[in-house]
């Protein structure tokens, strides 16, 4: 199984390889088992692999804050997914081709949403909702004003439905 390392922190292009390693294996009780199918290069990522992020994980360490997959296996205990199903992850240490965590770290998406966008689930829509509903009391006829607008978050509070940012 192919999987993005680090063995140092630095530039992402200079520090980041593909390592062959060992296959995740059959999941254990309470434990999910999924193919990755896509994940996003968010900047934490990039910060990450220079040593600049909050986080700084021992070395060697795999990238990777998001991504979404399709259930492979499940343990025993595990009801809220099956087999087949697309998952987010609430796990770092995406950039690999397979996972195996926590049950409660996967989330059920439905399945006609597509690849690319479930990828980008768990971190920027999340940040959108909660500007727009638990950092200000937004009234009909608000607006919001936002920099770095070609940001996912930027994006995703312009496309909220209902929201103030979407009635432009």
């Not at 309470?30 to 910060?47: K, R, S």
């Not at 087999?83 to 240490?93: A, K, M, S, T």
């Not at 829509?125 to 996912?152: C, E, R, Y």
């Amino acid at each position: 199984m192919k999987q993005v390392l680090i063995d140092r922190y630095g530039p992402p292009e200079e520090v980041a390889r593909c390592a062959e390693v060992p296959e995740v294996g059959p999941p254990a009780r309470d434990e999910v088992a999924f193919d990755v199918l896509a994940f996003p290069i968010n900047p934490a990522d990039v910060w990450m692999c220079k040593g600049s992020y909050r986080l700084k994980p021992p070395l060697p360490a795999t990238p990777g804050a998001e991504c979404v997959g399709r259930v492979t296996a499940v343990g025993a205990g595990v009801s809220h997914v099956k087999p087949g199903d697309l998952v987010i992850n609430l796990q770092r240490e995406n950039w690999t081709q397979k996972r195996r965590v926590k049950g409660e770290d996967v989330i059920a998406v439905p399945s006609n949403l597509p690849i690319r966008q479930a990828a980008m689930l768990r971190i920027n829509p999340p940040t959108a909702l909660l500007m727009l509903s638990d950092l200000v009391d937004l009234k009909p006829g608000d607006w919001v004003i936002q920099n770095v607008a070609n940001s996912p978050s930027a994006a995703c509070s312009s496309a909220w439905p209902g929201s103030a940012a979407s009635r432009r």
